[in-house]
T-cell receptor
Framework: GQQVMQIPQYQHVQEGEDFTTYCNSS?????IQWYKQRPGGHPVFLIQ?????EVKKQKRLTFQFGEAKKNSSLHITATQTTDVGTYFC???????????FGKGTSLLVTP | NAGVTQTPKFQVLKTGQSMTLQCAQD?????MSWYRQDPGMGLRLIHY???????DQGEVPNGYNVSRSTTEDFPLRLLSAAPSQTSVYFC??????????????FGPGTRLTVL
């Protein structure tokens, strides 16, 4: 199926530092979604991007969808300990009915 | 709404045993999926369904069977458990394509250990 690659695999920051995770696909995506999974929890939907070059913000989180719709990023400004978790991007599978997830970026924030 | 529910929360099996992981959703979603999550591997799609009576394979279907007799339920069967199937299993559901939003809702997961 269509694969989405995500980097970095891990990121350790001090509270207050910024954080960015990147998602790349070899093929054009019709849309991309981002999820957050807290330790011991289940993935929770954050946002969906559909348009080329789209930028959406949720408080300290900024999501971007590349002009070619092959890459995306999630940027967190001034991280807090509540941001700890694993962030996943997901694109449509070949069939379009299911989602293919990246391997995720695990964020650790130390006070 | 209860959302997506999964049972059991934890399970320990011996090699060769069979079992069924239950998944149900009360949001009338057409699409349902099963994923497994292993350290460093992210979420890998096992099987999915686009409606009652319709299922298809995902990335890692071997050793698993599914059926979808109703919109609400999507059980995952392990035919003969192997240690390689030790994992956390998530069921998910979402509205069909063409809906205004494609948010996927996940269940709380089943943590399976095969000895």
């Amino acid at each position: 199926g269509q694969q989405v690659m995500q980097i970095p695999q891990y990121q350790h920051v001090q509270e207050g530092e910024d954080f960015t995770t990147y998602c790349n696909s070899s093929t054009t995506l019709s849309n991309i979604q981002w999820y957050k999974q807290r330790p011991g929890g289940h993935p929770v939907f954050l946002i969906q991007l559909v348009k080329s070059g789209e930028v959406k913000k949720q408080k300290r989180l900024t999501f971007q969808f590349g002009e070619a719709k092959k890459n995306s990023s999630l940027h967190i400004t001034a991280t807090q300990t509540t941001d700890v978790g694993t962030y996943f991007c997901a694109g449509p599978s070949n069939s379009g009915y299911a989602l293919n997830f990246g391997k995720g970026t695990s964020l650790l924030v130390t006070p | 709404n209860a959302g997506v529910t999964q049972t059991p929360k934890f399970q320990v099996l011996k090699t060769g045993q069979s079992m069924t992981l239950q998944c149900a959703q009360d949001m009338n979603h057409e699409y349902m999926s099963w994923y497994r999550q292993d350290p460093g591997m992210g979420l890998r799609l096992i099987h999915y369904s686009v409606g009652a009576g319709i299922t298809d394979q995902g990335e890692v279907p071997n050793g698993y069977n599914v059926s979808r007799s109703t919109t609400e339920d999507f059980p995952l069967r392990l035919l003969s458990a192997a240690p390689s199937q030790t994992s956390v299993y998530f069921c998910a559901s979402r509205p069909r394509l063409g809906s205004s939003y494609n948010e996927q809702f996940f269940g709380p997961g089943t943590r399976l250990t095969v000895l």
